[in-house]
T-cell receptor, first 114, second 112 residues
Framework: LAKTTQPISMDSYEGQEVNITCSHN???????ITWYQQFPSQGPRFIIQGYKTKVTNEVASLFIPADRKSSTLSLPRVSLSDTAVYYC???????????????FGKGTKLSVIP | NAGVTQTPKFRVLKTGQSMTLLCAQDMNHEYMYWYRQDPGMGLRLIHY???????AKGEVPDGYNVSRLKKQNFLLGLESAAPSQTSVYFCASEQGNNQPQHFGDGTRLSIL
């Protein structure tokens, strides 16, 4: 299993762009990179997933360099409601085997300041 | 669609009591998971199921049992509750093929 390392916490002011980087040096060829967001007293919620280069959706962007040993979640113009814990997961579900191989670490606690 | 529903939302037990947590999903997902989350920690996988009638152990299975008699339901049982099992329990389901997991809102369980 690929191990991930991400900062324990980050602070940002409202309106700024926030970039959270995750290191996954032993990522395997078939591994995908997935980010989840968790608000207090709620279950995690899927944000974005990618394999290589750049992925963008209505919530965030995910940048993955060519060597895939790291990835960066980018949140544009954060607001107070983006205060949450963000988890980076790396793994391969195989042939429809489910993502039970994925491990949620402690994540990055993002605090958005007014 | 309700998504993933967990029952109950809160429960207080005495040491040694038993109980069952229910997880129901209406998305026809094959895979279901039970996690626990302790303060300041990430989620740890207790048990999971890759289909109706199948279950498997995760990272922290001791003291828990599970059953998946119907595709839409995944039950987590505590046979003899211990204070160390005080936690927030999350259930999730997933379609497979690298699709994201869908989580319930959790069950907050306190064992005195």
């Amino acid at each position: 299993l690929a191990k991930t390392t991400q900062p324990i916490s980050m602070d940002s002011y409202e309106g700024q762009e926030v970039n959270i980087t995750c290191s996954h040096n032993n990522i395997a060829t078939n591994d995908y990179i997935t980010w989840y967001q968790q608000f207090p007293s709620q279950g995690p919620r899927f944000i974005i997933q990618g394999y290589k280069t750049k992925v963008t959706n209505e919530v965030a962007s995910l940048f993955i360099p060519a060597d895939r040993k790291s990835s960066t979640l980018s949140l544009p113009r954060v607001s107070l409601s983006d205060t949450a814990v963000y988890y980076c997961l790396v793994g391969d579900e195989g042939s429809g085997a489910g993502s039970y191989q994925l491990t949620f670490g402690k994540g990055t606690k993002l605090s958005v300041i007014p | 669609n309700a998504g993933v529903t967990q029952t109950p939302k809160f429960r207080v037990l005495k040491t040694g009591q038993s109980m069952t947590l229910l997880c129901a999903q209406d998305m026809n997902h094959e895979y279901m998971y039970w996690y626990r989350q302790d303060p300041g920690m990430g989620l740890r996988l207790i048990h999971y199921s890759v289909g109706e009638g199948t279950t498997a152990k995760g990272e922290v299975p001791d003291g828990y049992n599970v059953s998946r008699l119907k595709k839409q339901n995944f039950l987590l049982g505590l046979e003899s509750a211990a204070p160390s099992q005080t936690s927030v329990y999350f259930c999730a389901s997933e379609q497979g093929n690298n699709q994201p997991q869908h989580f319930g809102d959790g069950t907050r369980l306190s064992i005195l």
